[in-house]
């Protein structure tokens, strides 16, 4: 399994150069897009690594996992009251469905879903008490209490984000939205701004492919049911206009970040974590989801082949 | 096991009067309400099954698993070059996603990318001829040489089909379909037509559970990646907008269709073909969701809790 | 003023080179793009002319004018039930528009609003007899036995007109269109065929300036009110998506089609044609706009600047 | 011609009681559904008027007028490359076309496009100053130091604005918003809060019927052009997707408000304004439209119609 893992990123490190770099927010076009790391843990405590993956980088969008199991045990399932469960689907972007389907985004994935999901999260507290709550929930759920949220990636996303204050505000005038846009769009950035290495985000995302329980620690995280339909979410939105595409070539549930993290369930076997900045036009990393693909296609391991 | 289907058809056939039976055929409308089927057709060649189990009724949509299977056969990949993998995610429906697309349906489940994929068998042949290999394929896939098309629901759908003739149309004005229209929407219309029981669908999809080869016969239909990925595509797009909810609560592959059919796949295990023709809002069939609901949640099979 | 039309004429004739011409009709692609005509006709009977304002043209979607014109005659105001009277107003055409509005077109100057007017013609005949009718109202109004449908045009619409079949399906899947659909397009094909010369088309939108009443023939074609009213559905439909520019512009009421025809009123006063091929991103007449900018501006006919 | 104007009024009268006040304001909500004004001012200085024309109510979109007024003052045409001049054309609202149209919104009346007119008008000074300039402004053109604005709306337009904050940030998105955006949205809720009686209405629109000079003081606005220009707008824009029904029906150019108010221009003649806070389900001002309607009818002063 370590000499597969090796081969695939000595494949796959020759092509770090593809794809382009987000650069929508200042500070992650400044990052090295040669960086590439591949993390395997496996239910049973092994691991399998290469490449750099120790590294802190930006998980950006792969933090809604995180959010949405959060947001989950604190008010349930009267969540999908307020967020959809179906696959965004259009090229066009989102605020086009929000106004067809009355405020209500399709899944807590895309942008608008988030924001609802940290407006949950928030719950009449402060945005500084939501985004320690968030923080402590990972360091948690990985194990490691040295994962921190990037300052700097925080505030650039902040100065920046008229797109995401339209999205609120478009979902606070149907009322889908309950406290005030800057506050929810507060914990918004700083949760996308959370810095972990493919190690730690493989093993934040183990209880998923584990019935709910992290193997390590031994602590529930989720019930079965509900790991089992997180992965489900995963592997229908998790990767914006380009989820389907995932699901025919990779077949695993994941959930991407435009910070060139992807991290992957494999369920009953093991949580994956890949990261390389370069993205396709959908916003995924590029090499990323080859090598996902490489390690799905030689495993065996995809959802759809058993 | 078969205790587990006995109940689980107990429990639901008294709620067969729920949901709308589909009125926009009238063929179609005249089926009765109360009728359910379950057929579980293990790859092992053991079956369990309960209720209306070989009553053929009309498989609509269902249809397209099998065409796009037969599709795939003839051109293989470059099939994507004219229709798309990813869920079609809109309530308001496809052709405003043709628009934006420029004549690229989604995906190979919606009408448009059926009838692409119908474009595509008819290659040349007159509809008759690609009518004619179509139920060969369904006979063969099935084991069974007594299933046939409805003529009645055939002409009933052709007199009223102007929603497809428009896709077709406006598809062929892009130059993404490239025969006669009305040739094309017979080769469409007709597979739809495709009459089959439960126990016929279930073992006409259990080459997609084995690895692409039929356990019964031992004919291989597909390579085993290609019955993967088809699986993918059933998982994201099979329901209409309601596939994202039916990987959430089912957590299998399935295709719907309008008749109240739903075939699913369980990887590595089973087939299962339902049939209750009371429809939920999205066009998939009510209390068949919910008998897979049972299935999936009592025996474990999901594909995302292993 | 004849002096005026000569200036303008010789300082845009110059320009005729500029805009593409329509090519997606082989018919029109084959049209010289350094015709340039203009033709005004007051309403007391003079007329000042520069160019080429005696040879046909395909006047195209002007043919609009005159359906719209005779069907109006035939069912009155019971047409609005069936066609809207708001400008379009999008860049993506119109087949979108038709799905959030359920089959009804937003004018009848769009596509699919023509094709709408056309069944109301058609009114249960046979297409030729329907043709026969339009030609024969487009004679009376020019007050011109001459003018003819030029059957390689509508041939060549005929065969390439899946758009059209598209939008004439979409909307018959609404019950908006109630004859068969290739009746309803021939009907359509051949109407925007017909070709008239300059000063034929102007002669014949004459009733428009003159309260409904042809100041030539001395015939009443329609009350004053409903003269002003096509009008006014010119001015704020009249130029597909560039109908509030010309509006800004010119200020005049004006029908534009893909031949490069442009025919306009000026209430009280005259009627113009002007024709020039070439064609501007919206698909109105590139020259033909300048000229009648001019021609506005240097007369103060604008409607509003009175 | 006042008892044109009695009759009307007398007439019409008895179904102020027709239509919603709006709501979306609670200040807004509060008015006296059945005040009903009419006040024509006519170029040589005479007047008609009944009714309430001296009671101040809020002009909400009709100040778009007088702000696009002083925007292109301030930047002349320049301001075209930010604001389109078409018809917003679609029953769904504007942040659709927004994001078709990279954050141009398609005229300077509807919602989008006044907010870039504010913002044009900010030009770097605080939302007071530009408040202030917006009010003399439109003392200078009515002629009238008492008009001001109402704080309590502009308070309430402030408290619930969360549409207008989603398309001011969206469009900053796209960089069409270059001041903080609830600068922008200061200026924007408290011009549309500008109070003022039909009378004081009808004399400040009177410059657009007059080729851009106040006939009454003799100062000059606009350039002749300019002036038809901005009438044009209002013609093809004024009354949302109510704009090619208004044009049909009234035949001049008008902009109305969700207060209930209209003004009107009759080029070359006179100016005015109607008031009755009962909306159509275009948000325009049911009794008030019938009221424009009858006058136009009977004293043919319809733009088409000369």
Known sequence: MQALVDRIYGTLKARTGEGRVADYIPQLAKVDRDKFGIAIEMVDGTSFVAGDVDEPFSIQSV?????????LGKIGDSLWARVGREPSGTPFNSIVQLEHERGIPRNPFINAGAIVVA???LAGHEPREAIGEILRFVRFLADDETISIDPAVARSETETGFRNAALANY??????????????????????????????????????????RNPLTGFGVVSRERARRINALMLTCGHYDGSGDFAFRVGLPGKSGVGGGIL??????????????????????????????????????????R
Chains 1, 2, 3, 4 share one sequence.
Not at 63 to 71: D, I, R
Not at 178 to 192: D, N, R, S, T
Not at 266 to 291: E, F, H, K, M, Q
């Open 63 to 71: 933090s809604k996992v995180f959010t949405l199991t959060l947001a």
């Open 119 to 121: 407006d949950v999260i």
């Open 264 to 305: 992957v369930t494999v369920p009953g076997r093991a949580s994956i974590a890949v990261w390389s900045p370069g993205l396709d036009a959908n916003g995924n990393s590029r090499v990323g989801s080859l090598a996902l693909e490489a390690i799905a296609q030689e495993t065996g391991w995809s959802v759809f082949s």
């Open 171 to 212: 979902m606070r005038s149907f009322g889908n939205i309950h406290h005030a846009v800057e506050k929810v769009l507060g914990v918004y950035f700083h949760h996308c701004a959370i810095a972990m290495s493919c190690r730690q985000l493989a093993r934040a995302g183990l209880f998923l492919a584990n019935g709910g």
